[in-house]
């Protein structure tokens, strides 16, 4: 299965043919700010775009929530995108962990035009794009993690909806004296095709017997967005002040776009301040007429973790903030967690 995807890769005559392009954007905070570079080191509910193994580390329970203003948010662009998500993670053994999340894209409201009557005076529709997703991640060894999940998407407006169902598989690897060392690997978005239906797609006429007809458009059968994940990422320890400066590198096999190449960075500083940055590259970036994505480009985040509990250190509050440039007024997102 992921020979046949490599061999899909970045096919650019497949360009713009797939469906539920939500699925590559990331609507989680913390590894958004540094280009979604860590499939190697996805830790807790973030794990959910990057590499579902990374569940494997969640201690006994999370909770996040994270806002995306995409492109500017409804408050910015005209057409851009407000993001939620939510998420829950659980410790249910000693080696394995279900979480489960929501991903919700909003548009506000856009109006109504047609053919015929292409001034906006019929009133306005307000389209929803969802993502449903319930994980597995289990530990087989100290070293090695795995994790499945599975997505229900669902695109809707007043009249025409589709529902497609998905799945993400996940590998990652830990070794060195200190656990320093990190290799992942996930496959994203596999799954099969879904289409459109609903009475948004049907029309009426008058036959040549004068009768009154109802018949529908059909539509096209559409494929989910299939991506192969691959990382690398090492930790440099400092024993002073509690250092951590973590090096991260990705690449993603697109099937439906060109590849994209990722380089970022972690600073952490006494377990509590974490500054980031990253750039994704993708073949024709910097052309305006070859450009194929808003994501891509340079992305960076901070985050503040506070203890809440003086018995646990696991026990922790923390607050993520970050930027992604690109077109229009770039991309803000908060977020916040608990883990307890």
């Keep these: 299965m992921m020979a046949s995807t490599v061999a899909m890769a970045g096919n650019d005559n497949r360009r713009g043919t797939a469906g539920a392009s939500q699925l590559l954007i990331n609507p ?29 580390f969640v201690g006994k329970t999370d909770i996040a929530y994270s806002n995306t203003m995409y492109g500017g948010g409804r408050n910015g662009f005209k057409s851009a995108a407000a993001i939620n ?22 548009f506000g409201d856009i109006d109504k035009t047609t053919f015929d009557r292409p001034e906006p005076t019929q009133g306005t529709f307000a389209p929803t794009f969802m993502n449903l997703n319930v994980a ?61 239906s609903g009475t948004g797609l049907t029309f009426s006429f ?20 299939t991506c192969l994940n691959i990382g690398l990422s090492y930790d440099f320890l400092f024993d002073k ?3 951590v400066l973590t090096l ?6 697109n099937a439906f776009l060109k590849d994209n190449y990722a380089v970022g960075f ?20 910097f052309s305006e007429s070859d450009r194929t994505t808003f994501n891509t480009g340079f992305a960076c985040g901070a985050s503040f973790e506070m203890p809440l509990s003086k018995k ?18 770039g991309t803000h997102s908060f977020g916040l967690s608990i883990s307890l």
Excluded at 266 to 285: T, W
């Design 28 to 56: 989680w905070t913390r590894s958004a700010g540094w280009g979604s570079v860590n499939i190697a080191n996805a830790r807790g509910l973030e794990s959910f775009y990057a590499n579902v193994a990374g569940l494997s």
């Design 136 to 196: 597995y991640s289990h530990s087989f060894t100290a070293s090695i993690h795995g994790g499945v999940n599975i997505k229900l998407v669902n695109e809707s407006t007043s009249d025409v909806s589709a529902t497609g169902f998905g799945i993400d598989a996940g590998i990652q690897y830990v070794t060195g004296a200190n656990d320093e060392l990190k290799f992942g690997i996930s496959l994203k978005n596999w799954g099969p095709t879904y289409s459109y």
């Design 241 to 243: 002040w509690d250092q």
């Design 248 to 253: 991260a590198g990705s690449f993603q096999s």
């Design 206 to 225: 008058i036959n040549p017997a004068g009768n009154n007809t109802v018949a529908e458009y059909p539509a096209a059968e559409m494929e989910l967005p």
């Design 266 to 285: 972690d600073y952490s500083l006494l377990k509590m301040v974490h500054l980031r940055a990253g750039y994704v590259y993708q073949r024709g970036l």
């Design 312 to 329: 646990s250190d696991a026990t922790r509050l923390m607050l993520d903030y970050s930027f992604k440039t690109g077109s229009f007024s």
């Design 85 to 106: 998500a939510l998420g829950l993670a659980q410790r249910v053994s000693d080696r394995g962990v279900l979480a489960f999340s929501v991903m919700a894209v909003s």
